[in-house]
């Protein structure tokens, strides 16, 4: 695959951190802006979850029937007006009901790039790709938090949206020039009609099942990050809000660095072997995370540290379990690719939305949620490795 379409895909799949983390810093100044409390501008977030999960399952069998262009093209342009309507907001209560529809235009991109990555690649070269796109996407949420505190102490948090309103119309421009369509035309199409079929048979895979959830648990864990972090270094630290990017990025940059260790370490071992063992650090750094947070410590670098652990091994995680999920799906990748991604996203919208009910006014929530997340990875994973290496033996004795 050449680097002009990874480049492409890379923004695609940007949309969403750069959607969830760009206005993270803005949570305290929105909520001044709209009347109420950092727990209800939270909402938000959870709203964009939501349209995550619920929209992927849309794009799947259309990408299938239709191809890729099409569906990738109209996604990126309700994103582009959504964004716009977000900017210009007047209540709370609009911009929910705008960020839940600038979700359903954004997952086309994460969608729509998973299938284009399982049209063109094997097991293992989906799973360098997908370790180079999280190069791509790693630098909004370094970049994004960072220019977010910016924007909204100079021009207001409405700039935040207007500059997602730019980014995705040029985006949107890449895609109609640069970014052919991958699925073959000898692939068989699949009618809309059995889109439902399609998913029962997915969900009726406990191998992709397995892989799906190991993936959707462990980004459940970075979106409690994500929801809690606002509070926990701006609030409960002191954190200004415009450096508040600073520790955004570095946790960023470990998983950009992992991801890219990820790439070269599958040149002798496969996706399977590496998400089977970094599972294990993520649960480490969770628990290590809350043994912290239980002692209410007046300084925050020691939460810093098992906080760059967990989102670090999320370079590993991530693009293995979605390599593994992918692989073998052929003509159905765009649905294997939306359950994959609502899986994901809607275990992540109940994780961000559990840190909120749990606000207590410490670290605890967040610490609880993350290593809560750790624990179960583990154990689907493990589950899934069983399941997977017996089916590996039942068909080599047929």
């Known amino acids: 695959m050449n680097f002009r379409t990874i480049l492409i895909l890379g923004a695609l799949s940007a949309f969403g951190p750069l959607a969830i983390d760009f206005y993270l810093p803005a949570f305290p100044t929105m909520a001044l802006a709209f009347g109420t409390d950092e ?44 964004s716009l309507a977000c900017a210009f ?21 994460m969608v729509i790039s998973r299938a284009v990555v399982s049209d063109k690649c094997d097991a293992v070269g989906s799973a360098k790709v997908f370790s180079q796109l999280m190069l791509v996407m790693g630098l909004a ?6 220019l977010g505190g910016l924007l909204v102490n100079t021009t207001g948090w409405q700039s935040i949206f207007l500059v997602l309103t730019g980014f995705s119309a040029l ?21 809309l009609s059995g889109a439902l079929r399609q998913y029962g048979r997915l969900l009726s895979d406990p191998v ?29 630290y002191g954190v200004p809000a415009e450096h508040f990017g ?3 990025g570095t946790n960023a940059a470990g998983f950009i660095l992992v991801a890219q260790l990820n790439a070269r370490l599958l040149a002798k071992r496969g996706p399977a072997f590496l998400l089977a063992r970094t599972v294990w650090i993520y649960v480490g750094a969770g628990l290590a995370l809350l043994a912290v947070s239980s002692l209410h410590t007046a ?8 906080l760059f652990v967990c989102i670090a091994s999320l370079g590993c995680i991530l693009p293995n379990a979605s390599a593994c999920a992918m692989n073998g799906q ?6 294997a690719s939306a359950m994959l991604g609502c899986l994901q996203f809607s275990v992540a919208a109940g994780a961000a939305a559990l840190v909120g009910v749990l606000h207590d006014g410490s670290a605890m929530p967040m610490a609880m949620v993350i290593s809560l997340c750790g624990i179960m990875v583990v154990s689907v994973a493990m589950l899934t490795r069983r399941l997977q290496n017996a089916r590996a033996l039942a068909q080599a004795q047929v």
């Not at 239709?66 to 093209?73: N, T």
């Not at 052929?330 to 649905?335: D, K, P, Q, V, Y």
Request: aromatic letters at 10%; glycine letters at 14%; a positive charge.
């Open 246 to 248: 600073w520790l955004f």
């Open 171 to 191: 985006a949107g421009l890449a895609v109609a020039l640069g970014l052919p369509e991958s699925l073959p035309a000898h692939v068989p199409r699949q009618p």
């Open 141 to 146: 949420p370094i970049l994004a938090p960072m």
């Open 299 to 306: 300084q925050l670098w020691p939460l810093l540290i098992p």
């Open 89 to 109: 907001a007047p209540n709370l209560e609009w911009l929910i009901g705008a960020r839940f529809i600038q979700a359903l235009g954004g997952c086309a991109g």
């Open 39 to 82: 727990k209800h501008v939270q909402l938000t977030l959870a709203a964009y979850f939501l349209g995550l999960s619920i929209g992927q399952l849309a794009y799947g069998p259309v990408a299938d029937r239709f191809g890729r262009r099409i569906p990738l093209l109209t996604g990126v342009g309700l994103f582009t007006a959504a």
């Open 208 to 236: 992709f099942l397995g892989h799906a959830l190991t993936g959707g648990i462990a980004i459940a864990g970075m979106f409690a990050y994500i929801a809690g972090s606002p509070f926990v270094f701006i609030k409960l």
């Open 330 to 335: 052929g003509a159905r990748a765009g649905s």
